[in-house]
């Protein structure tokens, strides 16, 4: 990508301003505030709408919304043109971006998500990968110089977008956290699972010892009730065949005094007939007796609907006095019943009040398990600054209790120490030259004196010839530097072996210095901020879940309380439902009442009618039956003696007929005999069965009675089985919500493993380590510095190899470490760009640098042709002499002005 020019519009400080942008190093320079960074910050928003102020209306100049915010920005990218435009006012927001073709710009979309979108796919990459590596921000290049290993693996990774996958990895820990504690809560709810389904398997075993006991009863009562329809149906013939017998037996009783009668009659007609003046006065005496039949006859039917009525009310009294006794019951039990009801109210209100708590206890739990891993990951950190800060004290020779006084101790013994092993290696060098020199000088001077000595009267060197005084002086003068040398390198082989022996164990020293890993130090302490977080966190959920515990403990004693409670009550209460049961199975009282009053009625009728006929008869009916046969007889002797009377002329005829009557009354009383036979009437059995229907009816109200309290105890277990299933119900969507809940925890951690260090912020590091190690090994060789290679390893600590070996960035110079930080920089944003890296604008690149690194970076700089097209903003004037094209920005009356 290549910016071709930039127009802004009332965009921050910029009231009217147009850039054109050439390729090479363009220098944007302007004192502070003057609205340099903002040119770059308009680039970012034309393309990605990216801005660093809260609201997009803080980007109008001047914050006056009646401004309309217009950024228009050109660009090539893979040999075409481009036009994006971005405009804010009032009524919102509008954008476009066109490409340029022959006839000049076509519209390619619209509107602010569509322009983001086409941009990205243009160029490949979104905002935030374009500002990682296009854009160098303020203070970048220092900080990869500075910073320690640990940061500067920090920074690297937040350019690569590591940091958004461990903040990531970090954030979704309260993630997981808050549904364990919630998987954690729905198990301290499903604690009484069992108990409920013990209470359920409970109360289905009361409610089918219930329906065996109702099924048993209602047999009973089925097979009583067929007894009773046997029972009555065989009362009902036996009545019939009692009121058959006692007519028939009075019939025959008086058809036997009637044969008696007749047969007299024929044998006596004749004494009968002389003696008929006495038989008119026996007639007269007969006569006056016969009404008296009549009213026997309706005495006895009179007795009888008397002894039904009687029977009936004292049925209706029977019936009267066991409810009477049944609504004492119930009154006696009806506070029972209400404390009953009111306590199992009260154990249902509580129970739902103690669902509020119920995972407490759990949760406190893994509260205290987390609290104690806590400590012990924290006992674990504080052991391991402890026994590292002794390691480093030992090294150091210090007493250092606090890491930040050991880093900033570090920061000065580092160097200083390296100084010092690079002040030896210099001498020690030096040394060693001028051992080598002294040593070759006396070689040299060795040769001259073999020669003088060989040749006596000419000089070695000149040929002249010389003598022997002037030879011996030669001699001797070589000779004396040769002793001279020997001495200078006795004392510098001494000085040399004590240079190299401090250097030696200011290596050794250097070496265990480095081995000082504060980064572990402080990652340790910053497990144990953590962990006292941690602590404080759980010291306060603690703090709200024991009280819920409380509550839940103290619930549960009064639960247990209730539950005693309602377990005394039960018996009365199932006393009160019994007795309601039975009253059921009764006729309302009133109508029983309102029966029994017509009845008394009745029977206060039906006995003055008794009285009345009594009183008629005239004396006593203890033997009803056997007056009723007496006059039965009297008025057929009557009706004899009557005919007799009547006609003596007939006394023949009435002989015929009553020999026909002996005939007639004789076949009827065989009749009558063989129709008692048949009868075979029991009088004593139909009094057993009487009395035996009545126990019956007896038995078969009390077993409705007990049946109509189990089904009132079955149903009251049906209710409280409903509840209990339902909380059941409630409780199988807690398992169910409980075991998505595992199952999304465990995808959860899955994936926050993959965000993690060893997940895929490794696959990232270890895919993107060797191509930013081979661009940023590329950058580095074109700085011509005399290093053979660059390396990287896994935490982005940088290596170069060069003539004096193998060596990291504390032991290059500084001009040697600014190009590498930019080398390195330069690779990541080459690496971010796919490999294509045609733009880079860097804010304020020499920031935070010392002055000898300032003009190191300003000098790298002013040698970057590698690079199509740099931006770079800044405040010093030394990158002039870098720059290809100059841009001057001023600000006037708070209005940022541009001169190119």
């Not at 970048?140 to 940061?151: H, Y």
């Not at 006095?321 to 009953?340: A, D």
């Not at 409780?731 to 199952?743: A, I, P, T, V």
């Amino acid at each position: 990508m290549i910016i071709e020019n930039l127009e802004m519009k009332n965009f921050k400080s910029h009231k009217d301003t147009k850039i054109d942008f050439d390729t090479g190093i363009t220098i944007i320079m302007g004192g502070n505030g003057a609205g340099k960074s903002s040119i770059l910050e308009a680039v970012s928003f034309a393309l990605f709408k990216q801005h660093s102020s809260k609201k997009i209306e803080q980007l109008i100049t001047l914050g006056n919304v009646k401004n309309k915010l217009y950024i228009k920005l050109d660009f090539k990218s893979n040999g075409r043109t481009y036009r994006v435009t971005r405009e804010r006012g009032k009524t919102g927001s509008k954008a476009s971006i066109l490409i340029k073709d022959q006839s000049g710009f076509q519209q390619l979309a619209s509107g602010d998500s569509q322009v983001t979108q086409e941009i990205q796919s243009i160029l490949e990459m979104d905002g935030d990968l374009f500002l990682n590596a296009v854009y160098v921000r303020q203070g970048e290049i220092a900080d990869l110089v500075d910073k320690t290993p640990s940061e500067k693996k920090q920074l690297i990774g937040k350019l690569l977008g590591i940091d958004s996958l461990e903040k990531a990895w970090k954030n979704m820990k309260a993630v997981i956290e808050e549904y364990a504690n919630e998987k954690i809560r729905l198990e301290g709810k499903l604690e009484n699972t069992d108990s409920i389904n013990e209470d359920i398997k409970s109360k289905t075993d009361e409610i089918d010892k219930y329906a065996t006991e109702i099924e048993t009863i209602t047999k009973k009562i089925n097979a009583i009730e067929s007894e009773l329809v046997s029972m009555n149906q065989d009362n009902e013939q036996l009545q019939n065949d009692q009121i058959k017998y006692q007519n028939a037996s009075t019939n025959q009783n008086a058809k036997e005094g009637l044969l008696n009668e007749l047969r007299r009659n024929e044998t006596d007609i004749q004494t009968h007939l002389n003696e008929i003046a006495n038989k008119e006065v026996e007639m007269a005496e007969i006569k006056p007796q016969l009404p008296k039949l009549d009213k026997l006859v309706c005495l006895k039917e009179a007795l009888k609907d008397l002894r039904i009525i009687k029977d009936n009310c004292d049925d209706l009294k029977g019936k009267l006095e066991k409810i009477s006794e049944l609504e004492e019951k119930l009154g006696n039990n009806k506070q029972f019943n209400e404390e009953y009801n009111l306590v199992s109210e009260q154990i249902n209100q509580m129970q739902t009040s103690r669902s509020k708590f119920e995972g407490s206890k759990k949760l406190l739990e893994g509260n205290n398990n987390r609290r104690e891993e806590t400590l012990k990951n924290m006992g674990v950190s504080h052991n391991k600054i402890v026994t590292l800060m002794g390691k480093a004290n030992r090294v150091l020779g210090t007493k250092f209790t606090l890491i930040e006084e050991l880093e900033s101790h570090l920061q000065t013994v580092k160097p200083k120490t390296k100084q010092e092993i690079d002040d030896l290696t210099g001498k020690i060098n030096q040394l060693n030259k001028d051992i080598f020199n002294l040593k070759t000088q006396s070689n040299d001077l060795k040769k001259p004196i073999n020669e003088l000595e060989a040749v006596k009267e000419k000089c070695p060197i000149c040929e002249s010839e010389i003598d022997e005084t002037k030879r011996n002086e030669l001699i001797n003068r070589y000779q004396s530097q040769i002793d001279t040398n020997t001495n200078k390198i006795s004392k510098f082989s001494s000085a040399l072996t004590m240079f190299t022996t401090t250097k030696t164990d200011l290596e050794t020293k250097y070496g265990a210095i480095q081995d000082i890993n504060i980064d572990v130090m402080k990652e340790q302490l910053g497990s144990l901020k953590n962990g006292q977080s941690e602590l404080k966190t759980l010291k306060d959920s603690n703090k709200e879940l024991e009280a819920k515990v409380e509550s839940l403990n103290s619930l549960d004693i009064e639960l247990q309380a209730k539950k005693e409670i309602q377990k005394n009550l039960k018996p009365k209460y199932e006393d009160y439902l019994s007795a309601q049961g039975s009253l059921k199975s009764y006729e309302d009282p009133e109508e029983i009442r309102s029966k029994l009053h017509d009845l008394e009625e009745n029977k206060s009728q039906m006995t003055n009618k008794v009285q009345n006929l009594i009183e008629m008869i005239g004396g006593s009916v203890e033997n009803l039956n056997e007056e009723i046969e007496y006059f039965q007889g009297l008025k057929s002797k009557y009706d004899t003696l009557s005919g007799a009377v009547a006609s003596k002329e007939s006394l023949l005829n009435r002989i015929t007929n009553v020999q026909n009557r002996i005939v007639t009354t004789e076949t009827e009383l065989n009749q009558l005999v063989q129709e008692i036979e048949a009868l075979a009437y029991d009088k004593e059995r139909h009094s057993q069965l009487k009395d035996t229907i009545k126990s019956t009816q007896e038995k078969h109200l009390d077993l409705t009675g007990s049946k109509r309290q189990l089904i009132g105890q079955k149903e009251g277990a049906e209710n409280t089985l409903n509840g209990l299933q339902k909380q059941l119900e409630s409780y199988e969507k807690y398992e169910k919500e409980m075991r998505s809940l595992n199952d999304f925890i465990k995808l959860l951690e899955y994936i926050r493993d993959l965000y993690g260090k060893d997940g895929v912020q490794k696959d990232l590091r270890d895919f993107s380590r060797p191509l930013i190690e081979q661009n940023t090994r590329d950058f580095f060789e074109k700085f011509n510095f005399e290093y053979s290679d660059i390396r990287l390893d896994n935490e982005y600590d940088v290596t170069v190899y060069g003539p004096a070996g193998e060596s990291n960035l504390d032991m290059i110079s500084g001009g040697e470490k600014i190009a590498v930080a930019l080398a390195l920089r330069l690779g990541i944003t080459k690496t971010l760009s796919g490999g294509s890296l045609e733009l880079v604008m860097l804010d304020e690149p020499t920031i935070h640098l010392d002055a000898y690194r300032r003009q190191e970076l300003i000098d790298l700089l002013k040698r970057m042709s590698i690079i199509p097209q740099m931006i770079i903003v800044t405040h010093d004037s030394d990158l002039e002499d870098a720059a290809d094209n100059i841009i001057k920005v001023e600000k006037d009356e708070g209005i940022s002005q541009v001169n190119t």
